[in-house]
């Protein structure tokens, strides 16, 4: 189910998130109205964008006391692993979310961007950060981080450069389906491609 892409323009420092609207299991699929990219309720800097569940993303969708406006110039990947994914483990517990298998804790997986920042939080709530500045996740991810990697040489903007990925996972997985949304951390425009 899904492709999620994020993308770090550290130049202008914003983070982008561009998701897909499909949302499927095995041969049956449906494109949902709630989308699966938002912003954080409690600063205007961060969004998610979710794969796994859309459960999981709803409970992150309307929790409030994730961030702490406070703690914001000091959000890194210290803040994210030691204090954003304990209170993000209460919310899905809370939530009836969070699955334990012999006492091992786990969730599901989503991007999590704030400012100019892009970190991937996995099953296991551990805390990813990649060099690349760009990453993505779901079933097309293998599509848009190929196509991340070929357009990087390219005079794109990264709102063309999210929106080519998304349509090269659609172009080969079946999980993958337009309408596309592409939002940033700087503002809340949403920009629809209905291809």
Same mark, same amino acid.
């Given at each position: ?22 949302? *499927?299991? =095995? ?5 949902? &109205? !709630? #989308? ?5 309720k @409690?600063?205007?800097? $961060?969004?998610?964008?979710?794969t ?12 409030t ?23 993000l483990?209460r ?14 804790? *786990?969730? =599901? ?5 704030? &400012? !100019? #920042? ?5 099953? @296991?709530?551990?805390? $990813?950060?990649?060099?690349?500045g ?49 939002m ?12």
């Open positions: 189910m899904t492709c999620i892409v994020g993308f770090t323009d550290k130049a202008k420092g914003v983070t982008y998130i561009g998701v897909d609207s499909q949302g *499927s299991a =095995g041969y049956h699929y449906r494109i949902r &109205k !709630d #989308k699966k990219v938002f912003k954080l @409690d600063t205007d800097n $961060a969004l998610a964008g979710f796994t569940s859309f459960r999981m993303g709803q409970l992150l969708m309307y929790a006391g994730l961030i702490d406006k406070r703690d914001e110039p000091d959000i890194d990947h210290e803040y994210i692993t030691t204090k954003f994914v304990p209170k483990i919310v899905f517990e809370d939530g009836g979310f969070a699955r334990s298998d012999s006492g091992e804790k *786990s969730g =599901g997986t989503f991007l999590l961007a704030y &400012k !100019d #920042k892009l970190w991937r939080i996995e099953n @296991d709530y551990q805390v $990813a950060e990649y060099e690349k760009y990453d993505a996740c779901g079933c097309g991810e293998q599509y848009a981080l190929g196509s991340l990697k070929t357009s990087e040489g390219l005079d794109m903007d990264p709102v063309a450069r999210i929106h080519l990925a998304l349509e090269t996972a659609a172009s080969f997985s079946c999980g993958v389906g337009a309408p596309f949304y592409i940033n951390t700087k503002d809340d425009e949403v920009i629809e491609f209905t291809s």
